[in-house]
Structure formats: C-alpha cells, structure tokens
C-alpha cells in the first residue's frame, strides 16, 4: 500500500464542540510580532471568514464554541520553547497586550469561553478537558493556527483523551504550506478526519441544552 488511508469520522451526529486555537495578534496579523519575523499568515481574511462560518455552524448548533489562546504573564512561563523559537518570546503573547489578543473580525461572544494556555496543546495544564466532559461533548472540531504545531498537538491529545477529532483544513494555517499539508496528512491516518467538513459535522451535532 503506497498511501496509508485517511479516517473519516462516523457520519452519525453526536455533542459536540469547535475549538479555535491561537488565532491571536502576534501569531497572525500583519503587525504582530512573528510576522515582524517573517512568518506570516497568507490570506488572513480567507481564514477569518473560513473560521467565522465554523463558529456560526456551531452557534446554530447550540454547540460550545472554544477559543484558545497562548498567554504569558512572565519569562519564567515560557520553559524551553524560549531556547527554540525564532520569535522573542520574552516581548510577545504578553496576556493584556494586543499581541495576545484575538485578531479583530472574529465572531466571539462574550460568554464564550476562552481557554488560556502556556504550551503547545490546548489541554496541558489546562481545564479545557474538564469543561468539555462537563457538556458532555463527545467530538470535537478544531481549526485555527498553526496547522503543524499548536492545533497538531491539540488533536492528539484530543485523541488520547478518547475525543472523536476533525481537522478543519479550510480554517487552519501554517507559516509553511508544505508543512500544514504534511501535518493533515499525518493526523488523518489515525489521530482525526482532516477535511473541509469542519460546517457540515458542526451542523449534525447533537448537543443538547446544559442544566
């Protein structure tokens, strides 16, 4: 077998949630801090618009809508990845500053909840699981930036927490094309359906109003 085939999640609806990952100033807008770098986020408004049309499809759906975001309060919070990054972390995703703020334009509502976080996935030493198995959720669908790094180690561990995952293709990015492709293709072997039918499983959902 020269191409290993990719997952599809089961087409029976169940409760689920969209996860929004580090779709922040500093990662993505023009001024921020990685592009002053040279890593920059093409066609900004085409993924805008891709993740606003997952929020609404979740909104209709009465499903959470999560939005995560990289926040540090101090250097010390940074650990190793401050050794690695091409970006001075000591200056950026500052929490209070408009660098960790999500990029205008995004459709959030103020009881959305928003997960902070000082590592790549979304679920270490966070209560991101916890507030999903208080709602019940069962699949998750997650989209945001950047494809091969934050998003890629949410989805496993979404997998490994026993969650149904589908990688919105449409509404992640990468600084690297080559990068976020190899990413989608490794995660749909085994860890998550990787497709553009982030809308259409966020319309089958089946969540049920919370207590």
């Keep these: 077998m020269s191409e290993p085939p990719q997952r599809r999640l089961p087409d029976r609806g169940r409760p689920t949630a969209l996860i929004v990952i580090d779709v922040q100033n500093d990662y993505c807008h023009p001024l921020g801090r990685f592009a002053a770098a040279g890593l920059v986020v093409t066609d900004l408004d085409r993924l805008r ?41 000591s200056l950026a995703l500052r929490r209070g500053e408009w660098g960790s703020q999500l990029l205008d334009g995004l459709d959030v509502a103020p009881t959305d909840p928003v997960v902070p976080k000082q590592r790549f996935s979304a679920f270490f030493a966070t209560d991101l699981d916890e507030f ?8 998750l669908v997650v989209c945001g930036v950047r494809t091969d790094v934050c998003v890629e180690s949410t989805v496993r561990d979404a997998f490994m927490r026993d969650y149904e995952v589908l990688l919105s293709s449409t509404a992640s990015a990468s600084y690297f094309p080559q990068l976020h492709a190899a990413s989608l293709r490794a995660l749909g ?7 553009d039918r982030g809308v259409e499983v966020l319309n089958a959902a089946t969540n049920q109003p919370r207590r």
Excluded at 65 to 80: C, E, F, K, R, S
Excluded at 132 to 139: A, K, T
Excluded at 189 to 195: D, H, I, K, R
Aim: charged share 20%; net charge negative; glycine share 6%.
């Design 132 to 139: 999903l198995r208080s709602q019940g959720i069962e699949r």
């Design 49 to 89: 618009a891709a993740v606003n049309a997952h929020v609404a499809a979740a909104r209709a759906a009465g499903a959470p809508v999560v939005w995560v975001t990289m926040v540090y309060d101090d250097v010390a919070d940074i650990g190793l990845l401050r050794e690695s990054s091409p970006v001075d972390l």
């Design 189 to 195: 072997v085994l860890f998550a359906e990787t497709s």
